[in-house]
């Protein structure tokens, strides 16, 4: 399934699964600040979502601009190894999707919070109340 080199694979795990990372923290405090409570990492859930709001009915993913390929300038390509990167960002992006659909089906409002956002506290805060004002689906 996945051919790359064990060297690679940890280089490259260490920055994808790093537990409790500085857009996490940021996005819970957040949350927190803003009156929400929630759980953290909920692992029977579709891509182990990083906040999970249960009144809400909503989780909430952190995802960093560069793996998570946001629109934004954070998510460039390094120069080398290209074939190794688009197939690395292309997985990111179709396990995102799948996730999302997944977490919908079972009736989970998906709110994906970009590290980018997170330097725009308030224009972030206004769109998660407005997100979550509304009612969900189920
Ligand atoms: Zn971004």
């Excluded at 990372?21 to 929400?36: D, F, I």
């Excluded at 909503?58 to 995802?63: A, I, P, S």
């Excluded at 919070?113 to 308030?122: D, T």
Aim: net charge positive; proline share 5%.
């Amino acid at each position: 399934m996945d051919k790359i080199s064990p060297e690679k694979r940890s280089w490259t795990m260490a920055r994808v699964k790093g537990k409790d990372t500085q857009p996490e923290k940021m996005a819970r405090a957040l949350l927190h600040g803003m009156g929400y409570r929630f759980r953290l990492q909920r692992a029977d859930l579709p891509g182990k979502p990083d906040i999970v709001l249960p009144r809400f009915r909503t989780v909430v993913f952190v995802h960093g601009c560069f793996w998570h390929r946001h629109s934004c300038k954070r998510a460039t390509t390094p120069a080398s190894n290209t074939e190794y990167w688009s197939a690395k960002f292309a997985g990111t992006v179709a396990r995102d999707a799948m996730n999302k659909s997944l977490l919908e089906m079972k009736g989970w409002r998906v709110l994906t919070i970009w590290e980018c956002e997170l330097k725009e506290v308030s224009a972030l805060q206004a769109r998660l109340r407005a997100v979550l004002r509304q009612p969900t689906m189920s």
